[in-house]
T-cell receptor, first 115, second 109 residues
Framework: DVKVTQSSRYLVKRTGEKVFLECVQD?????MFWYRQDPGLGLRLIYF???????EKGDIPEGYSVSREKKERFSLILESASTNQTSMYLC??????????????FGAGSRLTVL | GQNIDQPTEMTATEGAIVQINCTYQ??????LFWYQQHAGEAPTFLSY??LDGLEEKGRFSSFLSRSKGYSYLLLKELQMKDSASYLC??????????WGAGTKLIIKP
């Protein structure tokens, strides 16, 4: 069964802390994505990557950075957590190429609370 | 700006049929997706439409009209396990996904 695994389901951090959210996929997918999901809003893209060591800003990259050192792993970093970053974070992956469906496979999510 | 609209919440009865609508205004169009998300779980892919018309997959069907910027997801023979949020997403001219806020579907016995 193909999987996207997010290392932490629930995290509680303090304002100003550095936070790492890890995501690993076992489908040999080229593309990986980080979204945040907030009530009443659609998924918002933070960063994405089409290849190892490659990253592109999404719609809301401010306050976040990412790392993709290996194809299967895509990490989201909050350099200095703030309360407005309290959210559900979803990692997703898809196979490469712009044509076709390129269906996203999502991880179960990491719910981050910043106090 | 780009916008996806879908109802916030719908209620239906077990065994019945429900239609969840999605209207969109985007910069270009390269496909429309429906995902299902149970509470506390990952979204999972349901359907993909890129041409006008109806795509049927078991109890679920998805319809697209590109000229009207409109899609619907039709769920037949509703089961309690269909209680979930249903997310509509459109891929724009840059092949980026624009997401609706989701429709929470409540199934009553």
């Amino acid at each position: 069964d193909v999987k996207v695994t997010q290392s932490s389901r629930y995290l509680v951090k303090r304002t100003g802390e550095k936070v790492f959210l890890e995501c690993v996929q076992d489908m040999d997918h080229e593309n990986m994505f980080w979204y945040r999901q907030d009530p009443g809003l659609g998924l918002r893209l933070i960063y994405f990557s089409y290849d190892v060591k490659m990253k592109e800003k999404g719609d809301i990259p401010e306050g976040y950075s990412v790392s993709r050192e290996k194809k299967e792993r895509f990490s989201l970093i909050l350099e200095s957590a703030s309360t407005n970053q309290t959210s559900m974070y979803l990692c997703a992956s898809s196979s490469g190429g712009a044509s076709g469906a390129n269906v996203l496979t999502f991880g179960a999510g990491s719910r981050l609370t910043v106090l | 700006g780009q916008n996806i609209d879908q109802p916030t919440e719908m209620t239906a009865t077990e065994g019945a049929i429900v239609q969840i609508n999605c209207t969109y205004q985007t910069s270009g169009f390269n496909g429309l997706f429906w995902y299902q998300q149970h509470a506390g779980e990952a979204p999972t892919f349901l359907s993909y439409n890129v041409l006008d018309g109806l795509e049927e997959k078991g109890r679920f069907s998805s319809f697209l009209s590109r000229s009207k910027g409109y899609s619907y997801l039709l769920l037949k023979e509703l089961q309690m396990k269909d209680s979930a949020s249903y997310l509509c997403a459109v891929r724009d001219s840059n092949y980026q996904l624009i997401w609706g806020a989701g429709t929470k579907l409540i199934i009553k016995p």
